[in-house]
């Protein structure tokens, strides 16, 4: 009996070939607790710049917990690179008048661009409550910077409706009173599955919303670590996902090229629908998203070499 070898199946160019570069990204970063991560951060800020981003953002803790470290990043990423930097600023357990005061600060060492957020209460899984004389939301925070007339605004979307909303409609609600009282974009939440968002954009659309919504990248390079992320802020992980990622926690490399493989489908499948803009969870570490950006049209510059 003569055995046939199959057809052979015609594979078109990969879903990157020919990217014209014509996103734009964003990336974040959080306030590092040693000078040894303080160095990492440095270098992981330089490796990034030649992808000339919108802005780069540092974190700012639960309650303002991380205050003085965020604004120690945020004033050595703006003495030591050129890079546009946005600092992130929660009005939960604050007063307005100490809020106002952080917004002040971070105006003197030359922040231009604020990420605005509620924030949550200090103790995890406590239902929010607003300091006596804070601001209730983030809404009510973004119209008091929005009068200063000194400040770009971003503010924080939630594709899978935040976990103290009543509704996804409340949500939605909240996201675009936040925008009408003087934000330019929103930034989501991390989520796992392209229709995610794009389910999401189509329903702020229908719901007059017309500013920028866009999708925040985060990288499964640990997944023990992304599903407590994911659970405490009410974000799907993929049943799909857990058995891709198991075993890797004690092959670092191997992990790595998995998580490189997921990141890079899942943003393919962004721009595909249409994406162009692109906020990075860069966790610190260059690498994974050097790689994605590279993918994705936006190359890094040649480097020197010896003759």
């Known amino acids: ?9 015609e594979s078109g160019p990969s879903r990157f070939a020919g990217l014209p570069g014509d996103v734009s990204v964003s990336f974040e970063f959080f306030p590092p607790k040693s000078a040894e991560a303080a160095a990492q951060l440095r270098t992981t800020a330089e490796r990034l710049a030649p992808f000339s981003p919108a802005f780069v953002s540092v974190t700012y803790g639960a309650c303002g917990t991380a205050q003085e470290t965020s604004l120690t990043a945020l004033r050595s990423l703006i003495e030591q690179t050129s890079l546009p930097v946005a600092g992130h600023l929660t009005c939960a357990g ?3 008048a100490e809020v106002d005061a952080v917004a002040e600060s971070f105006f003197e060492i030359g922040i231009r661009h604020i990420v605005a957020l509620r924030g949550d209460a200090r103790t995890p899984g406590s239902p929010f409550a607003p300091h006596p004389d804070g601001y209730r939301c983030a809404a009510e925070l973004v119209e008091a910077l929005a009068r200063t007339g000194r400040f770009e605004i971003s503010v924080a ?3 899978e409706v935040h976990p103290d909303a009543a509704s996804a409609e409340a949500d939605l609600d909240n996201l675009k009173r ?11 939440q991390f989520f796992f599955t392209p229709e995610t968002f794009f389910r999401f954009r189509d329903r702020a659309a229908a719901a007059g919303i017309a500013a920028p919504i866009v999708p925040g ?17 009410g974000t799907d992980v993929p049943s799909w996902m857990e058995p891709v990622f198991s075993g890797l926690e004690d092959h670092p490399g191997a992990g790595q090229l998995v998580a490189a493989s997921v990141a890079a489908e899942f943003c393919g499948q962004l721009y595909a629908g249409g994406v162009r803009d692109f906020h990075f969870y860069t966790l610190n570490r260059a690498e994974m998203t050097q790689a994605l950006c590279h993918l994705l049209g936006k190359r890094l510059p040649a480097l020197a070499r010896a003759a």
Request: one cysteine or more; proline letters at 9%.
């Open 178 to 188: 936040k925008l009408d009282a003087g934000a330019s974009r929103a930034l989501t």
């Open 217 to 233: 990248i985060l990288p499964i390079t640990n997944f023990a670590q992304t599903s407590r992320f994911a659970r405490a802020c």
């Open 94 to 96: 604050a007063s307005k």
């Open 157 to 159: 979307a939630y594709p």
């Open 1 to 9: 009996m003569i055995s046939r070898s199959p057809a052979p199946v």
